[in-house]
């Protein structure tokens, strides 16, 4: 790649059937760009097909061991922006799920520069493996509810990201399949338009030729997401432990409840701020505090009148607590999310020598000439 190109297409591919050949063949037959193929340690008996893959047109760069998925995308981004800056990436699997004309599709909405990520959803019509189809429909609402932001199809492999972006795509951690969910999570906190366009739902032979191990990477997945509530859910233990402990030692259910929050307020903010929603950057204290603060009071002042009144309707502290918190939690984390750690208008970039790092651990197999 000696150019800049409209869009390139980049493909992570480890243990590839023919069917990743027949793709280069139709991606280079339509004209689609200069399309980069990782691959990520594939074992020697793999290296004639990902010869044919660079004899059909693409660029191949090699991991000389297995390293995921997500790290394979992080070698692409790298050399693309370090060859052609200024070109745009849409990624693709290896496995035959994405049709060229989907692939082309996501081309084009990104091209028309709107969208900070374009995202080929599929619908999960038709024949669809029953792991595949819960699974997604697990992490689709799960990833709603967490963020607020409504994607029909967070696992799918087939993204658009603009040339801007492509910096911060190597700060965002991850090296296997949990990578891709992360960079949607990233997206969202920090404010990003994310388009999804309906492409094909394309499954051959029960996705058998998947990498994605159900147990070990579900759980990587599934992280991510619980590590928006679970500074919350710490938060919730230390406001019981202390509540119960206050109250049985002043009997004044007003102060307990004051005293109980400031200590789990401070757990929250400390954790939120510095682990839960920094990945977009860490939004300064002077910032965070007076929003936090303010979010606090408001929280503090419902949480007490709530309390007050259900523990005369229920008669039962534990049950008035459990009921509280149960209403507020949402509101609290939404406003948290969206208002008091907010990183608006910044984006993190790697500097140069993340770029060069990206490049070195690939070795590029073969450079064809581009049209």
Not at 157 to 180: M, T
Not at 284 to 310: I, Q
């Amino acid at each position: 790649m000696t150019a800049p190109d409209r869009t390139a297409i980049l493909i992570p591919a480890y243990e590839p059937d023919d069917r990743l050949v027949h793709l280069v063949r139709d991606l280079v037959a339509a004209q689609a760009g200069p399309v980069v193929v990782v691959d990520d340690g594939s074992p020697e008996a793999y290296a004639g097909r990902f010869a044919a893959v660079a004899a059909a047109g693409a660029e191949v760069l090699t991991h000389p061991v297995n390293r995921g998925k997500g790290a394979a995308l992080k070698t692409g981004f790298a050399h693309v922006l370090a060859t052609a800056p200024g070109t745009s990436v849409v990624c693709a699997d290896s496995d035959g799920q994405h049709s060229v004309v989907d692939i082309l599709r996501v081309a084009d909405r990104l091209d028309e520069g709107a969208a900070d990520l374009v995202l080929g959803g599929r619908r999960f019509t038709g024949a669809v493996p029953r792991r595949s189809r819960w699974g997604n429909a697990l992490t689709r609402h799960a990833f709603s509810l967490a963020t607020g932001q409504s994607v029909f199809d967070t696992q799918t492999g087939l993204r658009g990201h603009p040339s801007a972006r492509l910096p911060e795509l190597l700060d965002i951690p991850g090296e296997r399949f949990e990578y891709e969910l992360r960079v949607l999570l990233a997206a969202s906190r920090a404010g990003q338009r994310i388009e999804e366009i309906e492409i094909a739902t394309i499954y051959l032979d029960e996705n058998a030729s998947s990498h994605f191990r159900p147990v070990r990477d579900s759980i990587a997945v599934w992280g991510q997401l619980l590590a928006f509530t679970a500074s919350s859910l710490l938060a919730f233990a230390l406001d019981v432990l202390a509540l119960a402990l206050l109250y049985s030692l002043t009997g004044s259910l007003l102060w307990s409840v004051i005293g109980a929050r400031l200590v789990s307020a401070s757990a929250n903010f400390t954790i939120n701020r510095r682990f839960v929603f920094g990945g977009a950057g860490v939004v300064p204290l002077r910032t965070a505090l007076p929003r936090y603060a303010a979010l606090a009071a408001a929280v503090l002042l419902a949480n007490a009148l709530l309390m007050e009144g259900l523990v005369v309707l229920t008669g039962s502290l534990a049950l008035a607590k459990v009921l509280t918190e149960s209403t507020l939690f949402v509101a609290s984390y939404l406003m948290q999310r969206t208002a008091v750690f907010a990183a608006r208008g910044r984006s993190a970039a790697p500097g140069a020598q993340g770029i060069e790092v990206g490049v070195a651990q690939a070795t590029s197999v073969t450079s064809p000439p581009r049209r």
